[in-house]
């Protein structure tokens, strides 16, 4: 990747001289998936309202310990793997960066809503049941990090980014439920989470519920038993329940059912 810190230097220069109103958001966003230990896949970057684009700059991570970076590829012209992305930690870190600028005409490109600005290969180097989280960084000490996105006005314009989950083997919001005749429920969302996580279920019949959280090692991190009447119900778990990030599962039992189901909860 070159000269990206020269680049928000001239930006910035620019910016002075322009007076053209800036545009609306740009999305990039990832999309959740669940792969096989020791598959090749590749996950695509895509992009929404990404209309008379200038320059971008990003940085993505994940956990090399469960995904093996391979390549970037299906790349949308003009990006470039040699001049675009900073690739050589990409393999031993599990870091990405992304920095773009037009030198050519200055009109910038359009790229049309839901494609693929490029897509990153990975091998999935971890074992069953264990996840990585991909996601967009940002360092404010470091400009290499520092995610902008740069129209034709010469001004850095509204954003937003989404991350994803790859889950190995198995797939996050897989639900188990012994009685749907008796219970109703929907999996917990969102799911991997970092503040909270909510359960949305309905009962046929009143009945008391035994709540119980464990984490991979089978240890109770949490439980609680309560009373519910028939009729629709909401149950928030906050953070705070859970010991550090991980993967857990909840057990929802009861005379008549019992409802599973793994969680993801993150480092914020």
């Known amino acids: 990747m070159k000269h990206a810190t020269g680049i928000l230097f001239l930006l ?6 322009c007076i053209v109103p800036v545009s609306g958001q740009v999305s990039i966003f990832l999309t959740d998936a669940t792969v096989q230990p020791g598959e090749t896949f590749t996950v695509p970057v895509k992009a929404a309202n990404y209309q008379s684009i200038l320059s971008t700059q990003f940085f993505i991570r994940w956990d090399p310990t469960v995904l093996s970076f391979k390549n970037v590829v299906d790349l949308h012209p003009p990006f470039d793997f040699v001049d675009h992305f900073g690739a050589l930690s990409a393999q031993t870190q599990g870091t990405l960066a992304f920095a773009w600028f037009d030198t050519g005409s200055l009109s910038g490109i359009n790229i049309e809503n839901d494609s693929s600005l490029f897509s990153i290969e990975f091998t999935a180097v971890g074992s069953y049941g264990e996840y990585s989280k991909i996601e967009f960084y940002e360092d404010p000490s470091d400009a290499s990090t520092i995610t902008e996105i740069v129209d034709t006005s010469y001004k850095a314009i509204p954003y937003e980014v989404t991350d994803a ?6 797939t996050v919001n897989t639900l188990f439920n012994s009685a749907p005749d008796k219970i109703l429920i929907k999996p917990c969302y969102p799911n991997p989470f970092t503040h909270h996580t909510t ?16 984490d991979l090692q089978g240890k109770t991190v949490f439980e609680e038993q309560r ?4 009729g629709q119900h909401q149950l928030t778990l906050e953070k705070d329940v859970f010991s550090q990030p991980g993967i857990y599962f909840y057990h929802l039992t009861s005379p008549s059912f019992k409802v599973t189901q793994r969680l993801v909860f993150l480092e914020q």
């Open 165 to 170: 989950t790859i889950s190995l083997g198995e």
């Open 227 to 230: 009373y519910f009447g028939s």
């Open 12 to 17: 910035c220069l620019l910016s002075l001289f």
């Open 199 to 214: 359960l949305n279920f309905k009962l046929t019949q009143a009945t008391t519920i035994h709540l119980n959280i464990l």
